[in-house]
């Protein structure tokens, strides 16, 4: 069964440290998101991405972060400088065109010291 | 976005049939529903999705009455393993629309020997 794939699965990082979250999506789907977790809490939507654009983003989702697709496979998410608050488990998803769920990566547990 | 009602936690026991009911009574024409699974430190999964009427797959089935203000997920048997978070979220799922999906806390069902 095809998966989304993400790296690392962990990550500690200093407080205003960049960090960048890298998923690899399942290749014939056209849609990928951006979800985080913070422990025990709703899972909250970030951002989705389609036809290499921004198509809608959360009020979460401030200048501090920024999604790129740097090539044909790679859906990566970087935080710019990193606050305490951004410490949660990250989820990368993807979906095809049609009808369908999302597939969900198994997830990067982000940690800011 | 159509807000959903869950239980916030269910119990059963192994072998038996659950159901759990979600409501949405402001889901809109072209709201499909769909139930995920989340195991702890996990990304959720999808489990199955419908319009309406009853659908079916090998893990679970789905009931939508004709109103379409609530759906029941139905896990047939289930067993210590089924224990997880389910989640009812609805939203469209039409190519071209803004795919956010509004999740909620879930259902925390506990599968008991």
């Known amino acids: 069964e095809p998966e989304v794939t993400q790296t690392p699965s962990h990550q500690v990082t200093q407080m205003g440290q960049e960090v960048i979250l890298r998923c690899v999506p399942i290749?014939?789907?056209?849609?990928f998101y951006w979800y985080r977790q913070i422990l025990g809490q709703k899972v909250e939507f970030l951002v989705s991405?389609?036809?290499?654009?921004?198509?809608?983003k959360s009020e979460i989702f401030d200048d501090q972060f920024s999604v790129e697709r740097p090539d044909g496979s790679n859906f990566t998410l970087k935080i710019r400088s990193t606050k305490l608050e951004d410490s949660a488990m990250y989820f990368c998803?993807?979906?095809?065109?049609?009808?369908?769920?999302?597939?969900f990566g198994s997830g990067t547990r982000l940690t800011v010291v | 976005l159509a807000k959903t009602t869950q239980p916030i936690s269910m119990d059963s026991y192994e072998g038996q049939e659950v159901n759990i009911t979600c409501s949405h009574n402001n889901i809109a024409t072209n709201d499909y529903i769909t139930w995920y699974q989340q195991f702890p430190s996990q990304g959720p999964r999808f489990i199955i999705q419908?319009?309406?009427?009853?659908v079916t797959n090998e893990v679970a089935s789905l009931f939508i009455p004709a109103d379409r203000k609530s759906s029941t997920l139905s896990l047939p048997r289930v067993s210590l393993s089924d224990t997880a978070v389910y989640y009812c979220?609805?939203?469209?799922?039409?190519?071209?629309?803004?795919?956010?999906?509004?999740w909620g806390l879930g259902t925390s069902l506990a599968v008991n020997p």
């Open positions: 979220l609805v939203g469209s799922d039409n190519a071209g629309n803004n795919r956010k999906l509004i």
């Open positions: 419908g319009y309406k009427t009853k």
């Open positions: 290749s014939n789907h056209l849609y």
């Open positions: 998803a993807s979906s095809p065109i049609i009808l369908g769920g999302y597939t």
């Open positions: 991405f389609y036809n290499n654009e921004i198509s809608e």
